[in-house]
Each structure stands twice: as structure tokens, then as C-alpha cells.
């Protein structure tokens, strides 16, 4: 499965298409292994987050 591609306004068909594609890629994983996937992308979330407050601060 592909990548979902979004449209511009974030509908929920954009949130259905999101949660399949999650799906697909979870589905066959271990509990560990999904634990790991889920921390990996919320701390890639959360260096975004720090790195943008820390740009607005400078600006």
C-alpha cells in the first residue's frame, strides 16, 4: 500500500485513509515492534515541535 496522499483541507476521508494506511503497516508487527514504531515517530513529532518553537523564539 502506497502512501496516502491528503487533500489540502484535511477531511475525514484524509483521517480514514490515514488510519488504513497505519493499519497496513502495523498489522503484522509484535507488540514490541509497535511500541518501538510509536515512540520512534512521536519522538520525530516532538523534535519538530521543540525545533519550531525554538525558530519562532529566535524570529
Do not use: C, W
Not at 16 to 23: E, G, I, Q, V, W
Request: hydrophobic content about 30%; proline content about 5%; glycine content about 2%.
Amino acid at each position: 500500500m502506497e502512501q496516502p496522499i491528503l487533500s489540502p483541507d484535511f477531511t475525514i476521508e484524509d483521517i480514514h485513509k490515514l488510519r488504513a494506511y497505519n493499519y497496513y503497516l502495523t498489522k503484522d508487527m509484535t507488540p514490541q515492534e509497535k511500541r518501538d514504531y510509536y515512540n520512534k515517530r512521536g519522538m520525530e513529532v516532538h523534535t519538530q515541535i521543540q525545533e519550531r518553537a525554538l525558530h519562532k523564539i529566535i524570529n
